[in-house]
């Protein structure tokens, strides 16, 4: 390389605005500073790079060529150093999330609502699928962070927080308020038509897992893909619903389902931020999960 970087700038300055002056006054440098500079280039380069005239300074046609290589690759770092303090300012850039229907409804939504109000124009792109699923894309590095539910195999890659309890329940409608104000064994759901999740969600894992200590193996006659459609499903009597009460708290409060008195009510588990050790999440994704968190 004929020049520094210094060098390429001032050459840049003087060419764009046609004399050593201006540029000068634009850099806010001195004049000689200029001259000097482009003195350097020209006896590096061993061509004249500007014709001086009274009016000032005018490329000559080894000097347009370079110009033209300079103006391009000039231009595209200021529009670099443009787009990088946009992000350090969080006006713009993008945040790569993965939830779930139940992290995205009883968690995050809230938080994305105050950061979009705070940060318009940083683009937020959710992906939605089961705790699996999300930390498949996380450890994939697809996504800045994940919002999944226990339970959780152990692997030491992540960074897990648990930010909010979730409690598992089994819930019916009016078919069955005969069985309302009783309690029941784990080993009493086996005579109930059950309504499950489908098998790749940690919610059936989770209860699933919780009932087999106790050797009770449920063998659910519908599963389904939401846990809306099972709330749905048990409105209309199809069955006894295995859900996040989240999801059932509006159809309980208005006495179209009543939740299943159990001896022993499932424990409850957690919700959790999940991000990788090695990798850093975008500036963006970083203010965000600190808001989620409580911390600035």
Same mark, same amino acid.
Request: charged share 25%.
């Given at each position: 390389?004929?020049?520094?970087?210094?060098?390429?700038?001032?050459?840049?300055?003087?060419?764009?605005?046609?004399?050593?002056?201006?540029?000068?006054?634009?850099?806010?440098?001195?004049?000689?500073?200029?001259?000097?500079?482009?003195?350097?280039?020209?006896?590096?380069?061993?061509?004249?790079?500007?014709?001086?005239?009274?009016?000032?300074?005018?490329?000559?046609?080894?000097?347009?060529?370079?110009?033209?290589?300079?103006?391009?690759?000039?231009?595209?770092?200021?529009?670099?150093?443009?787009?990088?303090?946009?992000?350090?300012?969080?006006?713009?850039?993008?945040?790569?999330?993965?939830?779930?229907?139940?992290?995205?409804?009883?968690?995050?939504?809230?938080?994305?609502?105050?950061?979009?109000?705070?940060?318009?124009?940083?683009?937020?792109?959710?992906?939605?699928?089961?705790?699996?699923?999300?930390?498949?894309?996380?450890?994939?590095?697809?996504?800045?962070?994940?919002?999944?539910?226990?339970?959780?195999?152990?692997?030491?890659?992540?960074?897990?927080?648990?930010?909010?309890?979730?409690?598992?329940?089994?819930?019916?409608?009016?078919?069955?308020?005969?069985?309302?104000?009783?309690?029941?064994?784990? %080993?009493?759901?086996?005579?109930?038509?059950?309504?499950?999740?489908?098998?790749?969600?940690?919610?059936?894992?989770?209860?699933? %897992?919780?009932?087999?200590?106790?050797?009770?193996?449920?063998?659910?006659?519908?599963?389904?893909?939401?846990?809306?459609?099972?709330?749905?499903?048990?409105?209309?009597?199809?069955?006894?619903?295995?859900?996040?009460?989240?999801?059932?708290?509006?159809?309980?409060?208005?006495?179209?389902?009543?939740?299943?008195?159990?001896?022993?009510?499932?424990?409850?588990?957690?919700?959790?931020?999940?991000?990788?050790?090695?990798?850093?999440?975008?500036?963006?994704?970083?203010?965000?999960?600190?808001?989620?968190?409580?911390?600035?």
């Amino acid at each position: 390389m004929q020049g520094s970087m210094e060098a390429y700038k001032i050459f840049y300055y003087v060419a764009m605005y046609g004399g050593i002056t201006s540029a000068a006054e634009k850099l806010c440098i001195s004049q000689p500073a200029v001259s000097q500079a482009v003195k350097q280039m020209e006896k590096n380069f061993g061509v004249p790079l500007f014709i001086r005239t009274p009016k000032g300074t005018k490329l000559t046609t080894e000097g347009e060529v370079l110009y033209q290589y300079v103006k391009e690759g000039y231009e595209t770092i200021l529009l670099g150093e443009a787009k990088l303090r946009e992000l350090m300012n969080l006006e713009g850039g993008e945040i790569h999330i993965g939830a779930s229907d139940m992290t995205l409804r009883y968690y995050l939504l809230p938080y994305l609502e105050k950061f979009h109000e705070q940060y318009p124009k940083i683009k937020v792109s959710v992906t939605n699928g089961p705790t699996p699923e999300t930390l498949a894309y996380l450890k994939e590095g697809r996504i800045d962070f994940g919002i999944v539910t226990e339970p959780l195999q152990k692997m030491e890659e992540f960074r897990v927080r648990k930010v909010r309890e979730i409690e598992d329940v089994f819930v019916a409608g009016n078919k069955f308020k005969h069985l309302k104000n009783k309690t029941f064994t784990y %080993q009493d759901l086996l005579q109930f038509p059950i309504i499950c999740l489908e098998q790749n969600t940690s919610t059936r894992a989770y209860v699933d %897992q919780w009932l087999m200590r106790s050797e009770v193996k449920l063998c659910p006659e519908i599963e389904l893909a939401t846990s809306d459609m099972i709330i749905q499903f048990a409105q209309r009597n199809f069955g006894i619903g295995s859900v996040v009460k989240d999801f059932a708290v509006e159809a309980l409060a208005k006495g179209e389902l009543f939740e299943l008195k159990l001896e022993q009510p499932i424990p409850a588990r957690s919700m959790c931020l999940v991000s990788q050790k090695k990798t850093s999440a975008s500036l963006a994704g970083k203010n965000l999960f600190n808001m989620m968190i409580g911390e600035k």
